[in-house]
């Protein structure tokens, strides 16, 4: 399978708990991307990188978020002291540079529980 | 920050039909891209536009570029029972190195 892999799928953790997410790109693209997206809306952008950089980070919930892609492959996207309004699906997806650039392709996502 | 309105919310529709929907903003787009979405998927591309005016097919499916770079909409031919999902307009913003911005999505239903 060539496209975005997300795990896990699905996670159910209890309030103040961390979690951790990891995203595997479509190899040859460079830029990495984590949206958010709760139930009744469109996936909402929260961080994007360009090989290892984050290139936006302003867009992320709260200082409980960050992100990292440490050698420009795989992403990691951790939420620290979980609260319940976390609870949404996680999405990663990539591109490739330049004029294909906003052609997302999304992997399935991480379905996120905080109970 | 860039709000996308899509109508309608949802929409049911007899096999067969055809379905149109769209998409407007107060500013202008440089790109329109419009994913469907199945439950407990990710948004999966359907057709991206560049050109204002454009008007691209794919399959059963036809989306343009509105001329003012404000809107967008896209056509469904034929409805079948599998292209019951969420439907998302997104659009990129001129101002640079702007994510992909999307809409709340039309759900789509299709009665057999």
């Known amino acids: 399978d060539t496209g975005v892999s997300q795990n896990p799928r699905h996670k159910i953790t209890k309030r103040g708990q961390n979690v951790t997410f990891r995203c595997d790109p479509i190899s040859e693209h460079n830029r990495l991307y984590w949206y958010r997206q709760t139930l009744g809306q469109g996936p909402e952008f929260l961080t994007y990188f360009q090989n290892e950089a984050q290139l936006e980070k302003s867009r992320l919930l709260s200082d409980r978020f960050s992100a990292e892609r440490p050698k420009g492959s795989f992403s990691t996207l951790e939420i620290q002291r979980t609260e319940q309004g976390d609870s949404a699906m996680y999405l990663c997806a990539s591109s490739l540079p330049g004029g294909g650039s906003e052609k997302l392709f999304f992997g399935s996502g991480t379905q996120l529980s905080v109970l | 920050g860039q709000q996308l309105n899509q109508s309608p919310q949802s929409m049911f529709i007899q096999e067969g039909e055809d379905v149109s929907m769209n998409c407007t903003s107060s500013?202008?787009?440089?790109?329109w891209l419009w994913y469907k979405q199945d439950p407990g998927e990710g948004p999966v591309l359907l057709i991206a536009l560049y050109k204002a005016g454009e008007l691209t097919s794919n399959g059963r499916l036809t989306a343009q570029f509105g001329i003012t770079r404000k809107d967008s909409f896209l056509n469904i031919s034929a409805s079948i029972p599998s292209d019951v999902g969420i439907y998302f307009c997104?659009?990129?913003?001129?101002?640079?190195?702007?994510?992909?911005?999307f809409g709340k999505g039309t759900r789509l239903s299709v009665i057999a």
């Open positions: 997104a659009g990129t913003h001129p101002s640079g190195n702007t994510p992909l911005v």
């Open positions: 500013s202008i787009f440089n790109t």
